[in-house]
């Protein structure tokens, strides 16, 4: 069974860094896209970024190119999400989504959570002093 395990969330000052992982079990994580979205307390979850099954294309949202970096280990079955100068405004729950994309099919559409067929349970971000 498709199973995708977020964990690395916390508590973190304003201007710190935290390393999100995603742990993927169930499928080879080879064939698959994936992405992190977020979600904050009476908001939509939005898209924040996904890696190509290849690695090739990774998109970010405008509010976290230059601070977030995505990467993905097939051998461990991991992607992971490097946060580095944190905000206020990057709390949230993160969550990493799958989505069935043979190489060459780059990343489904980073504004549309329902294209990601398969969701973790999350993990808390916070970010204050």
């Known amino acids: 069974q498709l199973q995708l395990v977020e964990s690395g969330g916390g508590l973190v000052q304003p201007g710190g860094s935290l390393r999100l992982s995603c742990g993927i079990s169930?499928?080879?994580?080879?064939?698959?896209?994936i992405g992190w979205f977020r979600q904050a307390p009476g908001k939509e979850r939005e898209g924040v970024s996904c890696?190509?099954?290849?690695?090739?294309?990774?998109l970010y949202a405008d509010s976290v190119r230059g601070r977030f970096t995505i990467s993905r280990d097939n051998a461990k079955n991991t992607v992971y999400l490097q946060m580095n100068s944190l905000k206020p405004e990057d709390t949230a729950v993160y969550y990493c989504?799958?989505?069935?994309?043979?190489?060459?099919?780059?990343?489904?559409?980073?504004?549309?959570?329902?294209?990601?067929?398969?969701w973790g349970q999350g993990t808390q971000v916070t970010v204050s002093s």
């Open positions: 989504g799958a989505e069935l994309a043979p190489a060459g099919w780059g990343c489904p559409n980073l504004n549309s959570a329902a294209d990601f067929g398969s």
């Open positions: 169930g499928f080879t994580l080879d064939y698959y896209a």
């Open positions: 890696i190509s099954s290849s690695g090739g294309t990774k």
